[in-house]
């Protein structure tokens, strides 16, 4: 049977999650091999709350695999930061991220197979999170097994900084504040995420109000968790959904929004290799930029507009 030996930055993460991310499994393919009495630590069946120690070997029943089909492909991919370890891209909106029915070709996984990325299976090597298809913005991306360890231990420790510009429908009362918001798939419509669900996950959602515009206005969201659709869900709750969200806010789009404005403006992270903390900023891309302008430029008797900066959210600690 395939085993491994826990390492040191998966400490105290659960047996499930450290499954999964070795072998490249779902959550529930990890759940249902340990459900299923085909996982041991040392040697002794545990449950998927098991939290796992450095140095426990765990032997698993191996899953059934694929062979990978995934072919390298020439996309025009910004490469914020690059080394043995890691990549960090700013992913321009309308990508999606790795392959999934209805998308096997055109991936941002495609795109980067050429600059050896890896770790975390062969079905979306290297992919230690995830922005939705028509958000844009900062990603790291492993390029080895260590890396994706590391990574995606951070991330569950949630130890990795992510900030986003949002523009939202309606004028915000609150200059900042925290929405803690458990969620999951929605109870009927299992395509959406929701806070009406039969299995909640914690979700935790900072913001902080950059500006008001008539009708709108755009915040620095910052997240504890990372659950899918998480900022687009809170926000569509408080009655303040993201502006263009076809899904989760209004059915029609504002006159020159070409989709949901949420952009992925600030990274930060511990270096897998040499524990250096490592800070990424992207400014909001072209067509968000112009709607803001085109917002800025509708108001009546406003000062000079402010400009959104990339870097708002730095706090003590992080390099510019």
């Excluded at 806070?195 to 902080?208: G, K, N, Q």
Aim: proline letters at 7%; a positive charge.
């Amino acid at each position: 049977m395939p085993a491994f030996t826990v390492a040191a930055a998966e400490a105290g993460l659960r047996l499930d999650v450290v499954l999964a991310n070795r072998q490249g499994l779902s959550r529930s393919a990890a759940q249902r091999l340990i459900a299923a009495g085909s996982v041991t630590v040392d040697d002794v069946p545990q449950t998927k709350h098991h939290h796992v120690q450095p140095g426990e070997r765990v032997e698993h029943a191996a899953p059934l695999a694929t062979p990978s089909s995934l072919s390298p492909e020439a996309l025009d991919i910004e490469i914020v930061y690059e080394d043995a370890w890691l990549l960090v891209v700013n992913k321009a909106a309308g990508v999606v991220v790795h392959p999934a029915p209805g998308h096997e070709k055109g991936t941002l996984v495609h795109g980067l197979l050429a600059r050896g990325i890896g770790g975390g299976g062969t079905a979306r090597p290297g992919i230690v999170h995830r922005l939705d298809k028509d958000t844009s913005g900062l990603m790291v991306v492993a390029r080895n097994d260590d890396a994706y360890r590391a990574l995606t231990a951070a991330m569950a420790r949630r130890q990795v900084g992510r900030t986003y510009a949002a523009l939202l429908h309606g004028e915000l009362p609150q200059d900042a504040g925290v929405i803690d918001a458990p969620m999951g798939r929605h109870v009927r419509d299992r395509k959406r995420m929701s806070l009406h669900t039969a299995a909640p996950r914690p979700a935790v959602t900072h913001f902080r109000v950059l500006r008001r515009y008539a009708g709108f206005t755009l915040v620095e969201v910052r997240l504890e968790t990372g659950r899918t659709h998480q900022i687009r869900v809170h926000f569509a709750a408080l009655g303040y959904p993201v502006a263009g969200d076809v899904q989760y806010g209004r059915r029609g789009r504002p006159p020159g929004l070409p989709r949901q404005f949420l952009h992925a403006t600030r990274l930060s992270l511990a270096h897998p290799g040499s524990g250096e903390m490592l800070t990424f900023t992207a400014d909001l891309p072209a067509d968000l930029a112009a709607f803001l302008a085109a917002l800025e430029a509708a108001e009546s008797g406003g000062g000079e507009a402010d400009r959104f900066p990339p870097s708002a959210s730095a706090t003590d600690g992080d390099r510019p």
